[in-house]
């Protein structure tokens, strides 16, 4: 199997490929004649998402693309290899997954992290490294950029 990296979406390797082989000769042939010297876009079929023509994949791997051909084990999920996932999250913020090699998007980052609010008038908690920005909801303070007046709003991310 193949799965889309944008919609996570799983489809057979044989499929797959017909399917950007077919996108990429239908683009080529409505466009141009130099079809084997450019390298034109194929789509997801669920999302739409564009890969290069170098993209078309080739190799069966597992979802964490660490093993190739992965082999059927009873005890695992279908089509992983039962390694520690250590994808980066998303957005990044230094942690990896730790979740055994699994298919669709990475949870959240469930990191313990002691973090202060926008202001910085809070004392220090510990959060969630995915929920590590929070607001206090005290009045802000800080001056404007105009340098005569404060900033009213409830603590904030962003510029003043």
Same mark, same amino acid.
């Given at each position: 199997?193949?799965?889309?990296?944008?919609?996570?979406?799983?489809?057979?390797?044989?499929?797959?490929?017909?399917?950007?082989?077919?996108?990429?000769?239908?683009?080529?042939?409505?466009?141009?004649?130099?079809?084997?010297?450019?390298?034109?876009?194929?789509?997801?079929?669920?999302?739409?998402?564009?890969?290069?023509?170098?993209?078309?994949?080739?190799?069966?791997? %597992?979802? /964490?693309? &660490?093993?190739?051909?992965? @082999?059927?084990?009873?005890?695992?999920?279908?089509? *992983? $290899?039962? #390694?520690? =996932?250590?994808?980066?999250?998303?957005?990044?913020?230094?942690?990896?997954?730790?979740?055994?090699?699994?298919?669709?998007?990475?949870?959240?980052?469930?990191?313990?992290?002691?973090?202060? %609010?926008? /202001?910085? &008038?809070?004392?220090?908690? @510990?959060?969630?490294?995915?929920?590590?920005?929070? *607001? $206090?909801? #005290?009045? =802000?303070?800080?001056?404007?950029?105009?340098?005569?007046?404060?900033?009213?709003?409830?603590?904030?991310?962003?510029?003043?």
């Amino acid at each position: 199997v193949w799965s889309c990296c944008a919609c996570y979406c799983i489809f057979h390797m044989p499929c797959i490929q017909k399917w950007a082989k077919d996108s990429i000769f239908l683009v080529s042939s409505l466009t141009d004649d130099d079809f084997e010297k450019k390298d034109y876009p194929w789509p997801c079929p669920k999302c739409r998402y564009e890969y290069k023509r170098s993209q078309t994949p080739a190799r069966y791997n %597992c979802y /964490c693309g &660490k093993v190739e051909d992965p @082999p059927l084990d009873p005890w695992l999920v279908p089509h *992983s $290899c039962g #390694q520690v =996932c250590e994808t980066e999250f998303k957005p990044s913020c230094g942690h990896k997954c730790l979740l055994l090699c699994h298919p669709g998007p990475c949870p959240p980052c469930p990191k313990m992290v002691t973090t202060t %609010c926008f /202001c910085k &008038k809070a004392k220090p908690i @510990p959060r969630r490294c995915s929920a590590k920005d929070w *607001s $206090c909801q #005290q009045s =802000c303070g800080r001056m404007l950029l105009c340098g005569q007046h404060k900033c009213e709003n409830p603590c904030h991310k962003g510029i003043f």
